[in-house]
């Protein structure tokens, strides 16, 4: 059984922004609802993680409804930085960010992994 955080704390903030600044405000009467919240965090979080594979030159093909698919709101709200909470990780290092390449898993599983293949490239050298 998988543990909740009590509150949920919204991804993005946001703040007042100086008058200069383009782009349309957001308004908070949108995202009236725990939910609603939720879900923008969840789209928004898929438009962050595009932006990386295309800086870091890796193919990414999934869609809102495969990302969605990945992310219930049951896994959404055990995201996180600590060992136990969820995060997503390629199970083919060499392949892109596709459905069949990709898996929700355990922090401390994603980082033992990381481990064994900084191990395996450091003793090639």
């Known amino acids: 059984m998988m543990t909740y955080k009590t509150k949920y704390l919204p991804q993005v903030v946001y703040k007042?922004?100086?008058r200069w600044m383009n782009g349309c405000?957001?308004?908070?009467?949108?995202?009236?609802?725990?939910e609603r919240i939720i879900e923008r965090d969840i789209y928004y979080a898929l438009l962050k993680h595009r932006a990386q594979a295309k800086f870091r030159n890796q193919e990414h093909t999934l869609t809102e409804s495969e990302w969605?698919?990945?992310?219930?709101?049951d896994r959404w709200l055990c995201r996180g930085r600590c060992k136990t909470d969820?995060?997503?990780?390629?199970?083919?290092?060499?392949?892109?960010w596709h459905k069949d390449n990709v898996a929700i898993v355990e922090r401390r599983v994603y980082l033992e992994r990381a481990g064994e293949y900084r191990n395996n490239n450091n003793d090639g050298s």
């Open 16 to 18: 007042d922004r100086p």
């Open 25 to 34: 405000k957001p308004k908070p009467e949108n995202w009236d609802t725990e």
């Open 68 to 73: 969605r698919d990945l992310w219930t709101v």
């Open 86 to 96: 969820l995060c997503l990780m390629l199970v083919d290092r060499e392949g892109g």
